[in-house]
């Protein structure tokens, strides 16, 4: 009788264990696979609280705008249906046992085209949102004097837009915008922040924490488990001791 309460002991906390790894793990790693979830994702990750005053972030109410995977990285940009002229990304890797841990996100209002590099990666987007009409191309350039510094350009081709580049160069995204007569545009009327909205840059360190964490939960789970498990053996038979 012990030994099998024991067996079923050690039974439900293999189980108990397993689970308690599991929900850690999704705690970090989050399904993406409706809207719904995405727009969750976006709020958790990079929204201030609907009560929170003195927040360095917006209360945001997003609006998914693209949705692009590149291997395990996989990027959102998202608009906001209650802040006007709002545009900004958010970026997730992709978990050994599926799921998607936010790396880092930012926003503004203001800006019509942002850019941004997927993290680890030697890939730069463009994005935009409602871009105006004028506008017919852009350029992704820190210094418009050394061609050394470009890491992207392009056609407007659509009032919202996103446009993939590869490359290795990671310099400051400055960006520059030129009307259909190839003149540049003012960056004031269209790439200047609205300073009465956050804009803030957001970021996860020790991203690699949640394995760490899984391992020692398993490992101490294992110990309890064999030691329980073991409790419940038959004893060996003892040996008759002869005259």
């Known amino acids: 009788m012990i030994r099998k309460c024991c067996r079923a002991l050690a039974a439900a906390l ?9 929900l850690l793990y999704k705690g970090d790693f989050w399904s993406l696979g409706t809207e719904e979830q995405k727009v969750r994702a976006i709020v958790e990750y990079a929204s201030a609280g609907p009560e ?7 209360v945001l109410h997003p609006v998914v705008l693209h949705d ?16 006007s002229g709002l545009l900004g990304s958010i970026q997730f890797r992709r978990g050994i046992l599926g799921g998607w841990q936010p790396l880092q996100a930012s926003y503004c209002a203001g800006p019509v085209i942002q850019s941004a590099r997927v993290r680890d990666t030697d890939i730069r987007v463009v994005y935009a949102a409602h871009c105006p ?36 160069r990671d ?13 540049e ?50 004893e060996p038979p003892k040996n008759k001791e002869t005259a």
């Open 133 to 168: 009409p004028e506008i017919a191309r852009y350029k992704v350039q820190a210094n418009l004097e050394n061609d050394a510094t470009l890491m992207a350009e392009g056609d407007v081709t659509s009032p919202d837009f996103f446009h993939v580049y590869k490359t290795d």
């Open 52 to 58: 929170d005053t003195h927040s360095l972030r917006a």
């Open 185 to 234: 545009l003012p960056w004031q009327d269209y790439l200047a922040c609205d300073d009465s909205v956050p804009s803030p840059g957001i970021g996860s360190a020790e991203t690699d924490l949640v394995y760490w964490f899984c391992g020692i939960l398993l490992l101490v789970g294992w110990v309890i488990v064999k030691f329980t498990w073991d409790a419940g053996a038959p």
């Open 68 to 83: 692009k995977t590149f291997g395990s990285r996989r990027i959102l940009t998202f608009t906001d249906s209650e802040i």
């Open 14 to 22: 293999a189980a108990l264990t397993l689970l308690g790894a599991w």
């Open 171 to 183: 310099y400051f995204p400055d960006i520059h915008l030129y009307g259909k007569d190839g003149n």
